[in-house]
């Protein structure tokens, strides 16, 4: 069973929902993260969060928001969606130890209309 | 502000021959990590392999090995060997010791490996 898990996969909305992605995971790491990506651009922060009582803005957080429901869940909403938020978007988790790596989902396809 | 770039977009190269991937970065701190991530076209993220800063001696992985110069912030990839598998999206990415987790991705290199 996979690790970090998103869902959907993939979604196509209308410009004006709210949407919300939602990611799970079974590491029981603390750390978990949000990030697009986008052609060209390679991937970029959204939100973050270091526990459940710890969020913070990222990079790009305009036009987002998130939830921490519990240490393994980390949820994504876009309030009013518009088409220039059509990306991919992963979701990341880490522990706090000394390789920092980061694990990643597979990915949630959005399409806004 | 930290900064990754790859300057390379699309690369290729024949099966079983060696290939570079570039990197460069731009950061004031003197401890930090470097990632080379791997996204093929199933789209999921896969660590390669990791750079502490402090660490003089260059990363190596089976195939896959890195060049660190520190002093001119360059970071490249290089692949040997390479097979049909390793084709896919490359990503070098920076972490800052005092930036928490947060990651900071270059834009990707594109690698084709042709039969």
């Known amino acids: 069973d996979a690790d970090v898990t998103q869902t959907p996969r993939n979604r196509i909305t209308k410009t004006g929902k709210r949407i919300m992605l939602e990611c799970s995971q079974t590491?029981?790491?603390?750390?978990m993260y949000w990030y697009r990506q986008d052609p060209g651009l390679g991937l970029r922060l959204i939100y973050y969060?270091?526990?459940?009582?710890?969020?913070n803005k990222g990079e790009i957080s305009d036009g987002y928001s998130v939830s921490r429901q519990a240490q393994a869940k980390f949820s994504l909403s876009l309030e009013s969606a518009i088409p220039n938020q059509t990306a991919l978007y992963f979701c990341?988790?880490?522990?706090?130890?000394?390789?920092?790596?980061?694990?990643f989902g597979p990915g949630t396809r959005l399409t806004v209309l | 502000a930290q900064t990754v770039t790859q300057s390379q977009p699309e690369m290729s190269v024949q099966e079983a021959e060696t290939v570079t991937l570039s990197c460069t970065y731009d950061?004031?701190?003197?401890?930090?990590?470097l990632f080379w991530y791997k996204q093929p076209p199933s789209r999921q993220m896969i660590l390669v392999i990791r750079?502490?800063?402090?660490?003089?001696q260059n990363a190596t992985e089976n195939r896959f090995s890195v060049n660190f110069q520190k002093a001119a912030k360059s970071f490249s990839l290089k692949i040997s060997d390479s097979q049909l598998g390793d084709t896919a999206m490359y990503f070098c990415?920076?972490?800052?010791?005092?930036?928490?987790?947060?990651?900071?991705f270059g834009q990707g290199t594109e690698l084709s490996v042709k039969p």
């Open positions: 750079q502490e800063a402090y660490k003089q």
């Open positions: 969060s270091f526990d459940v009582k710890d969020i």
């Open positions: 950061t004031s701190e003197s401890n930090y990590y």
């Open positions: 990341a988790t880490s522990d706090v130890d000394i390789t920092n790596e980061q694990f």
């Open positions: 590491k029981g790491h603390d750390r």
């Open positions: 990415a920076f972490l800052s010791y005092n930036q928490g987790g947060k990651l900071i």
